[in-house]
């Protein structure tokens, strides 16, 4: 079992900029690829960032390519997403997933433990 909490959401202005940590427990961190969905109100979940066991590998959706990043640090058991030249259209609850393997993908299903989320705001 693995349990993951998310932090650093919260109301931003258009254009800038925040960060997010998921922290994780349980099982050994590293066996683990991870990835960050989003939720916005009224659509489904989608994928936004996903990063390999050993930070080689990185994933991200077209919409946020070139201004998020995604990161680990293994000795941490921690997770983060740095969210750069933030749009009103990022406005979502974003959720820290992982999958219990190696290997991160972009496929919400891939994913066995969900966080709880944490809400980003960017008003206009």
């Known amino acids: 079992q693995v349990q993951l909490v998310e932090s650093g959401g919260g109301l931003v202005q258009a254009g800038g900029s925040l960060r997010l940590s998921c922290a994780a427990s349980?099982?050994?961190?590293?066996?683990?690829?991870m990835g960050w969905f989003r939720q916005a109100p009224g659509k489904e979940r989608e994928f936004v960032a996903a990063?390999?066991?050993?930070?080689?590998?990185?994933y991200y959706a077209d919409s946020v390519k070139g201004r998020f990043t995604i990161s680990r640090d293994n000795a941490k058991n921690t997770v983060y997403l740095q969210m750069n030249s933030l749009k009103p259209e990022d406005t979502a609850v974003y959720y820290c997933?992982?999958?219990?393997?190696?290997?991160?993908?972009?496929?919400?299903?891939?994913?066995?433990?969900w966080g709880q989320g944490t809400q980003v705001t960017v008003s206009s």
């Open positions: 997933a992982a999958r219990a393997s190696v290997v991160a993908t972009t496929r919400s299903y891939d994913y066995n433990y």
């Open positions: 349980g099982r050994t961190f590293s066996n683990y690829g």
């Open positions: 990063i390999s066991w050993s930070g080689q590998r990185t």
